[in-house]
């Protein structure tokens, strides 16, 4: 699958990690500033935390692309060891990009709920779907409930487009 569909993989780790990471660090620093005045502790450690989760996700995006290029090369020559290869970079890059458990994502949330609920800078509704969206992140650290983080995953995304439209929607002295 690595040999025949490179591109589509390479082009979704791009993507899925090295471009999202990037847009991460942009939000948590966005929300630093929204926030900051009204809950300055709290929103300094989300955001080192969310810069945090960014750097994961850019490096194992980074690394599974320059895995990937390893891989191909190899499978040329020697499959089998192409694949054992390839079980080797998976660990590392499963390691960095959170697949045993999203304690970074989940804590992310959790952190910016709290500010939030603090500054009043978010719609509850919001915030509730964050308490949700952030336990369950952090819950898949447990070996037997890491076939949640799927639930984190889709409940993440709704929270960022619901994030999105209410950042958009309001200027940063209405929610400060």
Request: charge should be positive; hydrophobic fraction near 55%; glycine fraction near 12%.
């Amino acid at each position: 699958l690595n040999v025949e569909k490179q591109s589509v993989i390479f082009s979704t780790n791009l993507f899925m990690y090295v471009f999202f990471g990037f847009a991460l660090t942009v939000l948590a620093l966005a929300l630093y500033d929204r926030m900051k005045s009204g809950a300055p502790t709290l929103m300094q450690i989300a955001t080192a935390v969310g810069i945090i989760w960014a750097g994961s996700l850019i490096a194992s995006g980074m690394a599974a692309n320059a895995g990937l290029a390893t891989v191909v090369a190899l499978y040329a020559q020697d499959p089998t060891q192409a694949a054992l290869t390839f079980q080797a970079i998976e660990s590392i890059t499963n390691g960095l990009g959170n697949a045993n458990g999203e304690i970074l994502g989940g804590t992310w949330t959790l952190l910016v709920r709290l500010a939030a609920l603090r500054t009043r800078g978010l719609p509850k509704g919001l915030n509730i779907l964050g308490v949700f969206v952030g336990a369950v992140g952090i819950l898949t650290i447990i070996p037997a409930l890491t076939a949640f983080t799927g639930v984190f995953g889709l409940g993440q995304i709704i929270w960022f487009v619901w994030l999105g439209i209410v950042l958009l929607r309001t200027q940063p002295q209405a929610t400060a």
